[in-house]
Structures are given as structure tokens and as C-alpha cells.
């Protein structure tokens, strides 16, 4: 069977001798912190979390340094939605990379920045779209956060609990998926975010509602994410971000989705948010954008983006690599494949199946299986079952993320091409790893 659709292989211990090796090079040379919380999830859940070090990757299976292979049920952080290394996406950057690998950026740019920046405001709800690049997800919210407050001239950003928009300083301090990502630094971020609730259910959509703001003079945005991905898997109950939307408009607050996870047929449609009737006046994308390299973007109208002001003025938001020719072309060949593809309508058949197969396995321990497209969580029994699983179904062959506060979901973002057999063999693994106890 060729790489790509291949089942798992895993013949060696994880890590075994040529793994061990390269990890030990890792600790003596990445930032201490990140092997100190690969040794404290070792502590919390009895299970060494030494890392896997990856070579090589083709469609959903990837190859570590002692030979085993993997079905990756997370396509690298949903980034590897059309699969890893797709020909197409592989070509046109061998093509750019023979012509040009650089250029000016908004100063004098490539033709491919100009063509991705017009496929992406024709794939955007807007008739007079406008698109800002960028590099990561991170970048993309920032340039949001960025537009709404020269849009409105008021700094203030309700978000919610639970919410994950990215680490760098503008993001991090609307995300509310853990204080310890921003508690340290505080006193540098400032306090201009409020953190509403975000319900589980339809009996708590009063009480979110009632956590709002009930003065929004003082506030220029919301940001949400169609549904709450590093969070777990949540999705907002019917009618609870509509009413979060309606409100704001009425105070003309500026509406950002992020849609760096759910984006671009990832949950069955290109917009998540749109699709749900939302509306946003700014959508940000990235992940799936560049089908393996570094690509985002922050999309909205014309009305809205006019708030940069003229453009024969300084920019005053650009970057060296924002739009950069390798990064576009990737970005165009990734947009072909998914359209030419039906991408979207095969996302939406392979997440049903998937989750539907979970269901019907009924694994000890999961206690619900939510899902749109090819976005799944499993709700666990217990806190940190979800860092448990992830390491036990690693053994048997299947990558997988521990999501939620509590470490209490696992979190399936697979590639689109996941094959039914492979399918299977995760459902099969699931049960075997939920049956010995998580």
C-alpha cells in the first residue's frame, strides 16, 4: 500500500534508539521550558510524553526517525487538511522556488501574492472583499484586532472563556483558554478584553448572554471561533452567537471569526461562521491556507478595511514574508485541490462516517462524540483522559491531541484523503486503548 494510505506500522519502542537520540539533541537545545511540560505530563499521567521526531509525511501517514509510521488523526495541527506533501501543492512550490522565492512584499510584490490576495476575496462573502497576508494564525488576529480598533477607535474586545486565538500579544490576550499562557505577562498586555461565558448547553445560553458587557461604549470587537477548537471541540448552543452578533452590531462593534481551524472546508463549507449565518465583518484564515507552509490571512469588506486609511500613506501593518511568493503559491495550488476536489462535500461524508463509527463503537470512556466535517472531539470520562489516550493510542499508531482546559478531550482534526481502512483501524485502536483504561 503506498505512503499516504497506508494503516500504522510500529515495530519499535517510542522513542526507540535513533529517537532517544534526537530528543536528547532537543532538550540540549530548545527553550528548557518545553521539555520540563513533556516531563510534567510524564508526572501527571504515569506515561512517558517523549516526542515522536518526524521525517518524512504523505497524505495521513507520517514516518518517524526509527522507522514506524503513523496515521496522523491530527493532519499537524489541522495545518495538512488536502494531506501532507500533496503533489500539487509540492509542484508549484518547486515551480515558484526555480523563479522567484522573494520579493518586496507590499512595497513591490510577486504576481502570485497578487493572485492569491484575489482568489481569496473571491472565495470571501463579501462583493468588495479586501485581504491583508500574513504568516500564522496568530498574525491573522492581530491584524483583526488591529482593523476593528481603527475602524471604531475603542480598544475594547469581548471574547470568551475557552477561547484559543493564538499566543503572540494581541491574540493572547483575547484568548481565554488559560491564564497560565498569559499570566506572566499581564502587566504588558493590558486589561482591555472581557471574557464572557460560553455556554456547554442551552439551559446556560441566558446566563452567557447575562456575562456580556452591559456597557459597550467603551468596546470596538468580538472575536469567536465558530467552534472552540484547543478548548475541545465546543460548539455554541442554536441561537447563542447569533444573539452575540446581533448585540454587537447594534453597538456597532466589528465581528471577527476566526476560522484559522475551522476555514476553508475544514468543518464541510468554506466558512464555518458564514455558513451559520453569522455574517462577520472580518474572517481570519490560515492552518489549511498554505497546505504545509506558512500562509494567513485576514479577510473583510471593503468598509471595513478602508479603515487603514489612504493608501499613499506608510504602511503602518506590513512584514517581511507577509505574502511571500513560496508561501502563495502553496496557498493557490492548496485552494485548486479543494476546489477541483470537492473537498468540502468529502469532508462533510468522511467526518460523518468517522464520527459515526465512533458512536456505534461506543469506546469506554467517551462520553460524547461532537463533530462537523472533518472536526471531531471526544468528550472523556476524567480529566487528563485525554493526554492518557493520546500517548496510548500513539503506541498502537494513531497521532491524536489532548484538548480542553483539563486535558479531558481528544481532539481529531484528520486529513480529508483518510482512508476507510484507516478509519477503521483508528476506531479499532480507540476501543483498544479506552478498554485498558485510558
Not at 453597538?251 to 455574517?279: F, K, M, N, P, Y
Request: proline content about 6%; aromatic content about 6%.
Amino acid at each position: 500500500m503506498d505512503l499516504g494510505e497506508a494503516l500504522p506500522d510500529v515495530r519499535r519502542p517510542i522513542p526507540n534508539e535513533a529517537g532517544r537520540a534526537w530528543v536528547e539533541r532537543l532538550a540540549a537545545s530548545e527553550c528548557p521550558a518545553l521539555t520540563t511540560r513533556r516531563k510534567r505530563r510524564a508526572e501527571r499521567t504515569g506515561a512517558s510524553h517523549d516526542p515522536i521526531v518526524w521525517t518524512e509525511a504523505r497524505g495521513a501517514n507520517v514516518l518517524d526517525a526509527d522507522g514506524n509510521r503513523y496515521v496522523d488523526m491530527t493532519s499537524g495541527f489541522g495545518v495538512a487538511f488536502i494531506g501532507h506533501g500533496h503533489p500539487a501543492v509540492v509542484e508549484a512550490v518547486r515551480r515558484q522556488a526555480g523563479t522567484l522565492m522573494h520579493a518586496l512584499g507590499d512595497l513591490h510584490p510577486s504576481t502570485v501574492k497578487i493572485e492569491l490576495l484575489e482568489r481569496l476575496c473571491r472565495l470571501s462573502p463579501w462583493d468588495d472583499a479586501r485581504a491583508m497576508l500574513s504568516l500564522s494564525g496568530a498574525d491573522a488576529i492581530t491584524a483583526a484586532l488591529k482593523t476593528a480598533m481603527l475602524a471604531t477607535g475603542k480598544p475594547g474586545v469581548i471574547t470568551f472563556e475557552g477561547s484559543y486565538h493564538g499566543l503572540s500579544y494581541g491574540p493572547l490576550a483575547v484568548s481565554g483558554y488559560s491564564d497560565r499562557f498569559a499570566k506572566p505577562f499581564v502587566e504588558q498586555l493590558g486589561t482591555r478584553a472581557h471574557f464572557a461565558h460560553w455556554p456547554r448547553s442551552r439551559d446556560e445560553v441566558s446566563a452567557a448572554l447575562a456575562s456580556l458587557p452591559n456597557d459597550l461604549s467603551a468596546f470596538g470587537a468580538v472575536i469567536f471561533e465558530p467552534i472552540q477548537g484547543r478548548g475541545g471541540v465546543r460548539f455554541p448552543p442554536a441561537g447563542f452567537l447569533e444573539a452575540v452578533v446581533e448585540r454587537a452590531r447594534a453597538h456597532g462593534l466589528v465581528v471577527i471569526a476566526d476560522e484559522v481551524l475551522s476555514g476553508l472546508g475544514r468543518c464541510g463549507t468554506w466558512w464555518r461562521s458564514v455558513q451559520a449565518g453569522l455574517a462577520p465583518d472580518l474572517l481570519c484564515v490560515g492552518k489549511a491556507l498554505g497546505g504545509g507552509l506558512p500562509v494567513s490571512a485576514c479577510l473583510g469588506s471593503e468598509t471595513v478595511m478602508r479603515a487603514w486609511g489612504a493608501p499613499d500613506q506608510e504602511a503602518i501593518h506590513t512584514g517581511t514574508f507577509f505574502g511571500d511568493p513560496l508561501g502563495a503559491a502553496a496557498a493557490l495550488a492548496s485552494l485548486d485541490v479543494i476546489e477541483k476536489e470537492d473537498l468540502l462535500t468529502r469532508a462533510k461524508e468522511s467526518g460523518d462516517a468517522l464520527a459515526l463509527a465512533i458512536r456505534e463503537a461506543s469506546p469506554a470512556g467517551v462520553t460524547e462524540v461532537r463533530h462537523e466535517g472533518m472536526m471531531v472531539g471526544l468528550q472523556m470520562r476524567e480529566p487528563l483522559d485525554g493526554l492518557r489516550i493520546a500517548r496510548a493510542l500513539l503506541e498502537r499508531g494513531y497521532l491524536v491531541l489532548p484538548a480542553g482546559a483539563q486535558a479531558d478531550v481528544v481532539q481529531l482534526t484528520p486529513p480529508v484523503c483518510l482512508t476507510g481502512a484507516q478509519r477503521e483501524g483508528f476506531v479499532t485502536a480507540l476501543s483498544s486503548s479506552a478498554g485498558a483504561g485510558v
